[in-house]
């Protein structure tokens, strides 16, 4: 009996020895990707779990059903798409994701492969929207690459997702030069992934990107984008209070696909694009560069937080003469060159709790700085309705109902330049109200 007790004993034990050691591994590799991640987002809590529950593997989605009304029957908007030409209010679903992600941890309980595939389904169709893999170096713990379709490194608002954004939408020019945010390319990234690394809020990303995104199913010319985004993780300046910010410089290009180029210029009536038809034109590269600034300052309080961001983008566009849009095919017309800038700036303050939160956005986009107001469309010149600036000023409410369920409720007032064009004389009846349910897991 003696040794059947010793026996048992024994096992048991041994048992507990190896369930405590499990623990503490788990543990660790929870720690591990704490550190690694922003935990504060939908996403980065998602990844944490993926140890916990789901053994590497983890699902997430949303679905964001939402009304809408416009000031007036067939209005041109970025909040969602156009309005048909008799329609004023609509229904939509204007967003339904599903996204898997899988992690791979090594030998040595250090993630070294991370993959994601996200698509988005919607009364329009169903579209991929993340498809890429990634690989960690472990000697060092501070590399990475990635390759496939992936978000952009430039700028803040881009890279916000969707589920977390605290607006209905991205502000116009994010939607015009970075449309639908993704492109297909690789990235390198330096990130220090050790909680004592004298570097550790500091992420640098770099990568080569075909250029059309998802405006085009394959690439049309050789020429690469290339764009890189060096940022500060949210540094604390006191236990309450955090900075973080980040500069952002993308250079690429164009095919040209004809000798025509229009720029503007000035001429005895004043300004107008003025053509540049040298037969060397043909085929050179046509300009794309942007540079880009931002900053995030976060008090966070008894009942939330308050927070402020700003945003700053300029460069030169090359597009269209109907668009600004980087073009999803080689054009057979001429090529148009303008000098653009604008900003998102936005306040977000919580009330009462963490639940309910009221914000203010104000964002520009000047597709063509060196023309203003009356001077488009003066005396009859080519400068058309592409080259309007437009500023938006949005206000809204959110409640956080649970961490499944918020309703958003926000108005934009859209006020466009006042020129001589035709239609473009006062300011547009474009303002637009949405009220948004978005479900998640």
């Known amino acids: 009996m003696r040794s059947?007790?010793?026996?048992?004993?024994?096992?048991?034990?041994?048992?507990?020895?190896?369930?405590?050691?499990l623990q503490i591994t788990a543990a660790a590799q929870a720690q591990f990707l704490n550190d690694m991640i922003d935990t504060t987002t939908n996403i980065g809590k998602g990844i944490?779990?993926?140890y916990k529950k789901f053994d590497r593997i983890y699902f997430t989605g949303y679905i964001q059903p939402q009304f809408q009304v416009a000031e007036r029957k067939g209005i041109p908007s970025f909040s969602g798409g156009d309005f048909g030409t008799h329609v004023d209010n609509r229904f939509m679903l204007r967003r339904g994701r599903l996204r898997l992600d899988y992690a791979r941890m090594?030998?040595?309980?250090e993630i070294s492969l991370y993959f994601v595939f996200q698509f988005d389904g919607t009364e329009k169709g169903v579209f991929i929207r993340d498809f890429w893999g990634r690989v960690f170096e472990n000697k060092w713990q501070v590399f990475s690459f990635t390759a496939g379709w992936m978000a952009r490194p430039f700028g803040y608002e881009v890279n916000l997702g969707s589920a977390?954004?605290?607006?209905?939408?991205?502000g116009?020019?994010?939607q015009t030069l970075m449309k639908v945010e993704r492109d297909l390319g690789a990235m390198v990234s330096f990130e220090p992934r050790r909680p004592d690394h004298p570097l550790r809020y500091l992420k640098i990303d770099a990568g080569f990107y075909n250029g059309q995104g998802l405006n085009a199913t394959a690439e049309y010319d050789s020429y690469k984008d290339f764009i890189t985004r060096a940022s500060w993780k949210p540094y604390p300046l006191t236990k309450t209070l955090f900075l973080s910010g980040g500069l952002s410089y993308f250079n690429g290009g164009l095919f040209q696909n004809t000798k025509y180029t229009y720029e503007i210029a000035k001429d005895a009536n004043g300004k107008t694009f003025v053509v540049d038809s040298a037969d060397d034109n043909f085929g050179r590269k046509a300009p794309r560069k942007y540079y880009g600034a931002d900053l995030q300052l976060k008090w966070k309080h008894s009942y939330g937080a308050t927070e402020l961001r700003a945003e700053y983008w300029?460069?030169?566009?090359?597009?269209?003469?109907?668009?600004?849009?980087?073009?999803?095919s080689l054009l057979q017309e001429p090529y148009y060159v303008r000098k653009f800038d604008g900003a998102f700036i936005y306040l977000l303050q919580n009330i009462v709790n963490s639940q309910h939160q009221l914000g203010i956005k104000y964002d520009w986009y000047d597709p063509n700085t060196e023309v203003k107001g009356e001077e488009i469309g003066k005396g009859g010149n080519n400068i058309n309705a592409t080259n309007i600036k437009y500023t938006t000023l949005s206000v809204g409410y959110n409640y956080y109902i649970n961490e499944n369920v918020r309703l958003m409720l926000w108005y934009d007032f859209i006020k466009n330049e006042k020129t001589s064009l035709t239609g473009y004389t006062g300011d547009l009846k474009d303002n637009v109200f949405t009220t948004r349910l978005q479900f998640r897991f």
């Open 172 to 174: 116009r020019m994010s």
């Open 106 to 109: 090594n030998s040595n309980n």
């Open 164 to 170: 977390d954004r605290e607006t209905p939408e991205r």
């Open 48 to 50: 944490l779990q993926l």
């Open 4 to 21: 059947v007790r010793s026996l048992v004993f024994s096992v048991l034990s041994k048992v507990v020895i190896v369930l405590f050691f």
């Open 314 to 328: 300029r460069g030169t566009q090359t597009g269209s003469a109907g668009t600004t849009e980087t073009p999803a």
